[in-house]
């Protein structure tokens, strides 16, 4: 996939814009001090019958991937609104319109050592939606999309990494502790308000948190327009 950058530095406080992002001292980025805090959410976000039909896609499976058959529940933070159509046994084909690179410690690929994916694949995962604060333009706003804790267990990420690595087109990245990660509070948001979202608004993959989550607080951890994650 190409780079893309933002045509503004600063937020358009009537459209909800944002660029330039990487130009402001960000806490999650690699080489800064972050601050994160531990009180988040536990609650699952996993549905165990996608789980299931995710656990034969391209690859093995690692010993220390999260079990696809260990008991799960409904999300806490967001509604689910499709359970995912995935077929059992699929592998994930390479696409050619790809919107996101995953890498690092994952099991289940499609192009070397990384999973590709386009926009089509990412949606037959579980669909949620919910209404969240939006801090750019400081107002409720619908969001739905994938569940980045479904995308995880899709991609079969290790048990025992640590950190997911963000990066977004204009090369804007940040570090979000695992546990977050798998907590069902980080939505990748593919549509707001019903209507996918362009780049020029963060799209067409944006990240969302829920109203509690602890780590959503940061408007510098609401990742625009993301294209790769790197499982550490």
Not at 181 to 192: D, H, I, K, N, Q
Not at 206 to 227: A, E
């Amino acid at each position: 996939m190409g780079s893309a950058r933002f045509a503004d530095d600063n937020l358009d406080e009537k459209d909800g814009s944002r660029s330039g992002a990487k130009d402001v001292p960000q806490e999650g980025k690699e080489d800064c001090s972050m601050k994160r805090s531990t009180t988040v959410s536990s609650a699952s976000a996993a549905i165990a019958a996608v789980a299931l039909a995710l656990s034969g896609c391209g690859g093995s499976t690692s010993a220390n991937s999260p079990s696809a058959s260990a008991a799960t529940e409904a999300p806490k933070h967001f509604a689910v609104v499709s359970a995912g159509s995935l077929e059992a046994m699929k592998a994930i084909p390479v696409p050619s319109d790809a919107v996101l690179d995953l890498t690092g410690r994952i099991s289940r690929t499609n192009s070397g050592d990384g999973l590709t994916i386009d926009l089509a694949t990412l949606e037959t995962l579980p669909i949620v939606s919910g209404s969240v604060f939006e801090p750019f333009v400081k107002k409720a706003t619908t969001f739905s999309g994938v569940l980045l804790s479904d995308l995880l267990t899709a991609a079969g990420a290790d048990g025992k990494a640590s950190s997911v690595f963000i990066t977004a087109l204009d090369d804007y990245t940040w570090l979000l502790p695992i546990e977050v990660a798998r907590s069902g509070e980080v939505l990748l948001a593919t549509r707001e308000n019903g209507k996918a979202i362009p780049i020029e608004k963060g799209g067409p993959i944006r990240i969302v948190f829920s109203d509690d989550s602890m780590s959503g607080k940061d408007s510098d951890s609401w990742v625009w327009s993301v294209r790769g994650m790197q499982v550490r």
